[in-house]
């Protein structure tokens, strides 16, 4: 490959890191000077916590900040406008008010449609991507919100009694409305999680849960599965918690008709090829009761025990995560401390998804259950972990890294800037090429961004390490479409660390074998063209520099807003996004 790039007049560059070598022709790099990019800057009101790109050709942007401020781009987040003025006039003329949009949701069936769920149970929608709005015909608040993925005006949501101030007691009631929220229907009362049938991939969707069976498969039927509690169960509704009273049903005609799937069921999940379900199991004479896992034969509708090793059976079941399916084996986290519990033993199925043994001991995880655990996309079999050291599962020095319940937005970055000191735990990171049979730490870089020697070698104990999804600095992250690319904030030495000094970005060009330190300090990182562009920011101190590389990497340009940003997103599509919080300088 270098011989025929050298023939065809091409430079070669060596990377600094001894990884893979990058290739640009001349012509190449002509172009790329003479790219001219444009920019403009739009202050939003708060920190961005939802962005959805909507409409026909996907070139309609809306965000919304932790302020609850609504805004609109309707060309690809060039310009951007505030939707507060307009939604507040409807409510105003409908004797309501509205301060805020808690979250909006986006049909899978048509991407003109949205819902905007609003405080003082003022709720919107839209049908043109967000040109016009209506007030939906809603008398209560909504605290969740299911649209049906086959029909844009299929709406399921559920009340909070204690939020509508109709009950003493609180719990949940569910409503349905099939004109896109112009009238509703009452369901049923005390529902723990529902969803439309629907929602369950028709790969794997059991025809024998349709109201009619296979003459009934036409993917516009409005069965709905759900955990309920029987119909005996008094007092309070806590959805954090198990409960033997539970059930999992599906229920067709109005809720009319029920029929129990799972005894006990309480959580379900709908994965791209896998349907489990989750039980809380009474206590006997016997044995203590606890949490067990249901598999769900596709098709047939089905449910089979998953059966644990030995070592596992050993040990209280408390929760289960499925971190993921994709490669069609089934990678499971399973918590044996209880509440709050900072780790897990990772556990990896056979085909059917039925038998598991043991892959990686002491993965770690944050209290609201959230693993340190991903995929590189677009490579099989390649995942990263953190683990702890059993000398530091027990500590309570752990708790200083993660996220714990609770947490907002603006206490993740007043922690990320300012963290409690003290001794950190032995989280280490590891990697597996093989699906879980074997795993390793990190290679590290040789040099550093600035081309200076790291002094950092695995047989002296020192190897790479990234930080994942349950603390608060930029976690490990990869696309499909961007085969072998990766960047992860992190730090090098015997451990992770979240002391932001010590915390740099760093990058992957073959699948994680080989790593480089992409710039110093913490960064949020985004993909577009697969891969042939990287977007970096910033995102624990104030910054007003984008920074972008053509080359994967090996060199940056940058641009510079005309505002102070304390925090960032950056997006790639058509165009590039790039988001912030900011301040004036």
Known sequence: AAGAAGAAGATFSPTKDAGLPSFQSPTETAAAAAITITSSFHKLEGEVMDMQWVGPEKQVVMVLTENAILSR?????RTFESQMPKIQKLAKDASKSITGVRFMTVSAANPNCL???????AHFVTQDAGDTYSLVNSVVPFEDIKLHPYDANALLAAEDTCASKKSKECYRKLWISKDFGKTWTFLADRVQQFDWLSAIPESMRPLTWQA????ALDNKGHEIIA??????KKGHQNLDTWDTDIDFIVASNGFQNRKVLVPH???????????FVARSLPSTAQKQGGVNLMVMVPLIGVFSPVTMPIESDKLQHHGFTVVDTSDGQVFLQINHQGEGALWGNLYISGAGGVQYSLSLPDNRRNADGTCDFAKFEGLEGVYVANVYD???ILGDSASYMGKTLGDTPKTLHARKKARKVGKDPNIRTVITFNKGSQWQLLNPPTTDSRNQATACYKMAGGSLHIHGTSDYWGPFYSLDSAIGLAMATGNLGDRLTAFASKTNTYLTRDGGLSWVEAAKGSHIYEFGDHGGVILMARDNVPTQTLSYSWDQGESCGVVVAAVACSSVCCCCCCCCL??????IA
Not at 115 to 121: A, D, E, H, I, R
């Open 390 to 392: 059993s000398d530091s």
């Open 265 to 275: 069921g309480n959580r379900f999940l709908i994965m791209a090829n896998r349907f």
């Open 227 to 232: 955990t309920v509690f029987r119909a005996h």
């Open 212 to 215: 009619g069976g296979s003459a």
């Open 115 to 121: 819902l905007m769920v609003g405080n003082n149970n």
């Open 73 to 77: 781009s309707p060309d690809n987040g």
């Open 578 to 583: 790039f988001v912030c919080d900011a301040q």
